[in-house]
């Protein structure tokens, strides 16, 4: 039968102990209440005892909030062994479970405390009795248990044996083994793992990661292969150092890759991490798994052209299952099949050649490293479809645009109009301008004529767009009597100012030929 793992996230304890962050009571309480009540963890760690009055303040809110939904069990406040204070501390913000932090190596016990393992065994026992006196359940880390169990394994042993008993009148309900320093490797948590599970088959073992050595997520499932029943996460992955094991791939990969089961409701996840992100400040990463703003995006054309044919490019992370969609890029690599997905998802129907034009328009963007979303899509469409190059009778073969310090900007162009070539240049105030007049020496010289004059000129990013990989150029010609409007699209202002100039000549060459 598949095993069900609980889940512990300590984002708002061990979380929060990430380089610069620090929560607010109040985002504490939206965090846990999104935690229990939308995520359906099975519990949380909230914060450590005696901290600071806002730390009091947050876990009074949240023990409160727990009771009013018969929670409370699942809220849990790290505490230490010092003479009953985290106790009282937790008691007072009416909290029922201590997370009881002991030390689980020889080390740490004879340096940092100075004490025999006799001494700290005997404080370790006192402070369970008055917790259990007090009405709290009670939980023990061993801290350090890692390298406890590399160096000294016969003090983890001594303590265990101490605490775990068979008729002990001690009550301890889970025993958390950390790598606190995120020195394990996966075959070191199975080996570790099966032993404490070999000795104590009866004790429930909780697995508690650090990704210092990018293995936190496999050393969880290494634990829970071994004998863990239970598993402490954090969002994103935030916690000291390289952080913690994250939450959603931790999920996914005991539902997809070991079939356990959990009560976390993947569906939410997302949100979650967008509420963390917000918070703490710390932005996920573009191609965190499950969570990044990426991986659920395919670059390449031959992916899109294999997920319409039969979902070739797919696995079990199916982005609905996070609360989320497939997208496709669209840039350099994007090709005709991605483009054909992002225009059925706007319901844009275009011929094949038509395709062709919007692809290479999109593919001339990548190549000047801009990324164009589906926001901007609509408007390459439009502008690729209005400018029908293939009919044009005034065509653009070249041009050099410069500006130096101290010197007007200059202009040498080339340009193509009813089939001969002409070649001119001049200097202007700008490039655009020292451009257009390079044109209008060349209709003033070679064909003896004028074209409109510039009335107003707008740039803009495209309505709608999300990013600035698009400048829309509007600008407006005295024309006869009236007003001729033309637009140019590009990633470049003054592109997108010759292009707009240039369906100008087209409209006002093919009103001549009429």
Known sequence: MAPFVEIMDSTLRDGEQTNGVSFLPHEKLVMARKLLHDLNVDRIEVASARVS?????????????AASINRLDRVEVLGF????????????????????????????CTHQLHKTPEEHIADIQQEIVYATSKGLSVNVYLEDWSNGMKDSPDYVYQVMDALHTPHSTLHISRFMLPDTLGVMNPLQVIEYFRK?????????????????YDLAVSNSLAAVLSGARGLHVTVNGLGERCGNAPLASVQAILKDQFHAKTNIVESQLNDLSRMVESFSGISVAPNQPIVGENVFTQVAGVHADGDSKDKLYYNELMPERFGRKREYALGKNSGRANIAKNLEELGLELTPEQTRRVTQRITELGDKKEIVTQDDLPYIVADVLKHDTDGEKVKLISYVVSTAYGLKPGANIKVEINGQQYEGSAVGDGQYDAFVKALRHIYKKYLDRTFPILAN????????GRTDALVQTVISWHHHDGILRTRGLDADQTEAAIKATFKMLNIVENELTK
């Open 53 to 65: 009055e806002g730390e009091k303040e947050a876990v009074s809110m949240i023990c409160r909030y």
């Open 81 to 108: 062994v010092d003479g009953g204070k985290s106790v009282d501390w937790i008691s007072e913000c009416g909290g029922q479970v201590i997370n009881l932090l002991c030390k689980g190596s020889l080390k740490h």
């Open 196 to 212: 404490m599970v070999k000795r104590y088959p009866d004790a429930h073992f909780d697995f508690h990661a650090h990704n210092d």
């Open 457 to 464: 000129y707008q740039v803009s990013i495209p309505p709608g």
